[in-house]
């Protein structure tokens, strides 16, 4: 079997069997791969589960640093898109985990797209901030626990109609007076708040 056709088959497994492959699964095919293959291997499956598949027994032991990127979405009112999450009781912005060879910017238009439907264009993004620490913890209920390094961004242009897939709940535009109590990104909307005190949007 050729490695395009490997890749192809693994392309064409759902997102439970990508996740569910057995570490002797993932080595016999990493082992028929060049790196090129392998980063779009990564990138097929998802660089931070791909990750984890390679570490075999020790995948939910091992703290993962993540880099991604986050939107602050606006509508005409100032009010923020904050997305309810299908895998925990929470609020948090629409963004997620950079692949491997991509820019920020692509990262956060890949993800808006999958998770809001939303178009918006590289030339519309306003860097907010870089955010990284202790606050950038995040516990997941498999037992994964990772640091993200988390690129913020503000977008007020945007076009398309507001959908969401599985990872999702609900979505809604929510006043920076009325945010809901159970937010998973409290520390990004804090940055957000003294941006926009200091830029007087």
């Known amino acids: 079997m050729c490695n395009q056709k490997i890749l192809d088959g693994v392309r064409k497994l759902s997102s439970h069997q990508q996740r569910n492959l ?8 990493i082992d028929q ?3 090129n293959e392998i980063i779009e291997l990564s990138n097929i499956i998802g660089y931070p589960v791909f990750a984890r598949l390679c570490m075999n027994e020790l995948k939910h032991k091992f703290v993962l640093l993540q880099d991604g ?6 509508n005409k009112k100032g009010e923020i898109l904050l ?21 920020f910017q692509n990262t956060l238009i890949r993800e808006v797209k999958e998770e809001t439907n939303l178009d918006i264009k590289e030339e ?17 209920p498999n037992g994964d626990v990772v640091i993200n390094n988390t ?12 959908k969401w897939d599985l990872e999702s709940k609900e979505m809604k535009f929510f006043s920076l007076d009325q945010l809901p109590d159970n937010l ?11 941006f926009v005190f200091h830029a007087n949007f």
């Open 22 to 29: 057995s570490y002797k699964e993932l080595k016999s095919i």
């Open 33 to 35: 791969l060049s790196t």
């Open 69 to 74: 990127a986050a939107a602050i979405i606006v």
């Open 83 to 103: 997305q309810s999450r299908a895998d925990r009781d929470k609020w948090g912005l629409p963004g997620g985990c950079q692949e491997l060879g991509e820019t």
């Open 124 to 140: 519309d993004l306003v860097l907010i901030d870089i955010v990284s620490g202790k606050s950038r913890r995040n516990d997941y």
């Open 151 to 162: 690129v913020l961004y503000f977008v007020k242009n945007y076009s398309g109609e507001l």
């Open 184 to 194: 998973h990104d409290p520390d990004l909307i804090e940055v957000y708040k003294k």
